[in-house]
C-alpha cells in the first residue's frame, strides 16, 4: 500500500520558515524601537533648546541687575505743573472811605497775652516797609528766572501803590496799644481761647451798607499760646486783608487763601491789585490776577 504525504515540509525548510518570520518580527520591532527613539531624541533637543534659551534671558536678566547695582545709572523721573498765570482771583467786598491823609488807627487789646515778643510781631506785620523777590516758579506763578515782588508789612505794601483811586487807600498808618476799650479802626485781640468753629484767627467787621464802607473790624486771634510768632504774624497779616476789604483769593499758595499753607505768606501784587480795584469802586467783585 502506498503512503501519501500531502502538505508535507522537511524539518529544515520548516526551520527555514519560522527563522523568517521571526525574522520578519524583529524587523517590525526594531523599526518601532527606532521610531520611538528618533522620537524622543527629538523630544529630548527641544527641552534642551527650551532650556538653553530661559537659561540664557535668566542670565541675561541677572547680569542686567547686577550691572545696575555696580554702575552709577541716570534715574529717569517724570512729574507735571500747571502753571494757571491768569486764572487765579481775589475776592473784594467793601472798602473804607478815609479822607486824604487821615490816620487810620489799628490798635492792640492791651492783656496778658499782649506780649513785648508778640506785639513786636504785630507791629512788623503792619509797618514793615521790606519787599522781598521771589521766583515765581516756587510760587507757581511763571517759569524759573522770572519774579515777583511781596510784602512783609501792610504799610510797605499800601504805600506801594502809587495810582489814583476813587477811594483813598488806607496808607496812613497809626499802631497803638489800648489799656482801655480798644478805639481802633481796626482792633486786634489775643486770646488763648479756641474759636467753636475751629478757625485759628477771625475778622468780624461792622459796615454801612447803604454807603458800601467799613466802619470798625475787630481781628481775634485764638489759642494764642499754641502758636509761635511767625504763625502770630501769619494769621495777622492775613486778617489785616480782610480788615481792608478783601475776602480770599483761589491760589492756594497765595497769603489770601482761606487756609494758609503757603510758606511764604507775604502780601502778593495779586493782593495789592485787588485793593486798587477795590478801592477804584470795584467791590463785591472778583479780581484776576496777572500772575
Known amino acids: 500500500m502506498t503512503k501519501k504525504y500531502a502538505n508535507y515540509i522537511p524539518n529544515d525548510q520548516h526551520k527555514i520558515k519560522e527563522f523568517k518570520q521571526e525574522e520578519n518580527i524583529f524587523e517590525e ?3 518601532e524601537l527606532l521610531n520611538k527613539s528618533v522620537l524622543l531624541k527629538r523630544k529630548y533637543l527641544v527641552i534642551v533648546l527650551i532650556s538653553i534659551i530661559i537659561s540664557s534671558v535668566f542670565g541675561a536678566y541677572v547680569y542686567y541687575f547686577i550691572y545696575i547695582a555696580n554702575h552709577d545709572t541716570v534715574h529717569l523721573r517724570s512729574n507735571f505743573l500747571i502753571q494757571n498765570l491768569r486764572g487765579d482771583t481775589v475776592d473784594t467786598w467793601i472798602a473804607w472811605q478815609k479822607t486824604d491823609n ?3 488807627h489799628i ?3 492791651n492783656s496778658q497775652y499782649a506780649t513785648k515778643e508778640r506785639t513786636d510781631a504785630i507791629i ?3 509797618m514793615s516797609q521790606q519787599k522781598i523777590e521771589l521766583d515765581d516758579s516756587i510760587m507757581h506763578k ?3 528766572g522770572t519774579s515777583s515782588v511781596y510784602y512783609v508789612g501792610w504799610y510797605g505794601a499800601l504805600n506801594s501803590i502809587k495810582n489814583d483811586t476813587k477811594f483813598n487807600i488806607v496808607k496812613n498808618i497809626h499802631f497803638h496799644i489800648d489799656d482801655d476799650v480798644p478805639t481802633g479802626d481796626i482792633v486786634i485781640i489775643l486770646t488763648n481761647l479756641s474759636n467753636p468753629d475751629g478757625y485759628s484767627a477771625y475778622t468780624n467787621s461792622i459796615v454801612d451798607e447803604v454807603n458800601h464802607q467799613i466802619l470798625k473790624s475787630t481781628i481775634t486771634v485764638y489759642n494764642i499760646d499754641k502758636i509761635s510768632l511767625e504763625d502770630l504774624k501769619t494769621l495777622v497779616r492775613h486778617e489785616l486783608g ?3 476789604g478783601l475776602a480770599h483769593s483761589t491760589a492756594p499758595e497765595d497769603l ?3 487756609t494758609i499753607t503757603t510758606n511764604y505768606p ?4 495779586c493782593d495789592l491789585d485787588a485793593i486798587h480795584h477795590l478801592y477804584d469802586g470795584g467791590e463785591s467783585s472778583k479780581v484776576v490776577c496777572e500772575k
Open 124 to 126: 512788623d506785620v503792619i
Open 29 to 31: 520591532i526594531s523599526k
Open 242 to 244: 480782610h480788615g481792608f
Open 102 to 104: 487821615a490816620l487810620f
Open 256 to 258: 489770601m487763601a482761606p
Open 107 to 109: 490798635h492792640v487789646q
Open 266 to 269: 507775604y502780601i502778593s501784587e
Open 142 to 144: 511763571g517759569p524759573e
